[in-house]
C-alpha cells in the first residue's frame, strides 16, 4: 500500500480537505470569538454570539447547492478537475473575508458580504467532501476500502489543528485589542499558501479507475442528480440521515464549546483551545481505529456502534462539560471527539459505496452535505439558545436525538451496495 502512487492519491485526498476543512474551520472558531460584535449589531453579547452562529449555518445550505454542481460535473468529465474548482472556490472564498469591513465600518453591508463569501465556502466544500472520498476509495485496492477512505477524514483534525493553532499563537503573541483589530484577519490571508499546497498536489493526478471503467461501459448521465433520485432514493435518504450524528457531536464540541466555554463556564481563550487541540488528536485517533475495524469487521456495524455510544455520550454532555472542573470539560471533549471518529472515520469508505460509479459524485455528496445541514447547520445556535434558558442538559439530549436519527437510518441499508 507504499507505492508512489497510492501515495500520491492519499496525500492529495487529505491534504486537499484538510485545506478546505482549515478554511471552514477559521471561519466557526471567529465566529466563536469575534465575528459577533464585529459584523452583527446588538446591544446583547448572547445575541450578537447567536447571530454569529446563524451566519455559519449559510454554508450548510450552500453545501448541497454545490453538491449538486460539482457532482454534475465530477460524474460527467471527471473527478480530478471538479476538485480543482472545488477547492479554488473555497479559498477564494475565504481569502476574501480577510479584507471585509466591519459593521461599525459600512452597516448592514458587512454581515451581508460575511454571508455571501460564507455561501461561497459552503459551495466549494460541497464538491470537496465527496470527491475527496472518491478519490482514495476508488483507488483502493481489495479490502482497503476503509483505510484508504479514512484519508479524506483525517483532513478533518489536520484541518482543525492548523486553524485553532494558528489562533491559539496569535493569542499569545497579540493582545486582546489586536486580535479584535486586525488580528483575526491573520488565518484567513493564510490560506491562500494552503490552497496553493493542496492545487499542487492535485493537479499531478489522474482519473480513477472507476471513473474510466465506467465510461467504457455507458455514456455518462445527462443530469446525474435525477438518475440520482429516480434509482436510488433510498441510499440517498438513508446516507443522509446517517451521516447526522457526527455533524452534530462535531460542532457541538467546537464551535458551540468554545463560545460557551469562553463565556459562561469563563475560561481564558488560550486555555480553552488549547483543550481543544488536545482533544482532536483522539478525533484522529477514532478514526483510524474505526476505519481499522470497518475493513476487518463491516463498516455499517462500526458506524451503528459509534451511533449507540453518542446516544450515551449525550447524557454526560451536563455532568462533565458543566462539572466545574477544566479536567472534566477536557475529558467530555476527548471522549466526544473520540467517539466521534467512529461516526465519520468509516463514511469515507462506506458512504461512496452505496451508490454506482455513474452517479457516486453526486450521490455522496447530496448525503453527506444534506446530513450536515441537519446534523450542524443550525447546531451551535439551537445549542448555544437551548444552553442559556434551560443548560446543558437538553444540549446534551439534542445530541443523543442526532445519534438515534443516525442509527435508525443505518439499520435498512447494505454494505458496498455497489463497487
Known sequence: ?????????????????????????????????????????????????????ASLAVAFIARPVGAVAFGHFGDRIGRKSTLVASLLIMGGSTMAIAFLPTYQMIGWVAPALLCLLRFGQG?????????????AVENAPPGWRARFGMAPQLGAPVGFIAANGLF??????LTPDQFRDWGWRIPFLAS???????????????????????????????????????????????GTFAVVACFAIF???????????????????ETFLG????????????????????DMLDARRVLM????????????????FGGGSLWLVGGFLALALWVMGFVYGPLGGWLPGLFPARVRY????????????????????LAQTLSERHGLAPVGLYLSAAALISLIALIPLRRDAAE
Open 251 to 269: 460542532y457541538l464540541a467546537t464551535a458551540f464549546a468554545l463560545g460557551y466555554g469562553t463565556t459562561t463556564l469563563g475560561y481564558a481563550r
Open 1 to 53: 500500500m507504499g507505492s508512489p502512487s497510492a501515495r500520491r492519491v492519499l496525500g492529495a485526498s487529505l491534504i486537499g480537505t484538510a485545506v478546505e476543512f482549515y478554511d471552514f474551520y477559521i471561519y466557526a472558531t471567529a465566529a466563536a470569538l469575534v465575528f459577533g460584535p464585529l459584523f452583527f449589531p446588538a446591544s446583547d453579547p448572547g445575541v450578537q454570539q447567536l447571530l454569529a452562529f
Open 275 to 294: 483543550v481543544q487541540l488536545i482533544a482532536i488528536l483522539f478525533m484522529a485517533a477514532g478514526i483510524v481505529a474505526a476505519a481499522w475495524l470497518a
Open 192 to 238: 491562500a499558501v494552503l490552497v496553493a499546497l493542496g492545487l499542487w498536489v492535485r493537479l499531478k493526478l489522474t482519473e480513477t479507475p472507476a471513473f474510466t471503467a465506467s465510461l467504457k461501459e455507458a455514456p455518462p448521465p445527462q443530469v446525474p442528480i435525477l438518475e440520482l433520485l429516480r434509482k436510488h432514493p433510498v441510499e440517498t435518504i438513508g
Open 362 to 381: 453526486t450521490g455522496a455528496s447530496m448525503a453527506f452535505n444534506l446530513g450536515g445541514i441537519i446534523g450542524g447547520g443550525l447546531t451551535p445556535a
Open 123 to 135: 459551495f466549494g466544500l460541497g464538491g470537496e467532501w465527496g470527491g475527496a472520498a472518491l478519490l
Open 305 to 320: 456502534g459509534g451511533c449507540v455510544a453518542t446516544i450515551a455520550l449525550g447524557f454526560l454532555m451536563a455532568p462533565m
Open 168 to 173: 491559539l499563537l496569535l493569542g499569545l503573541f
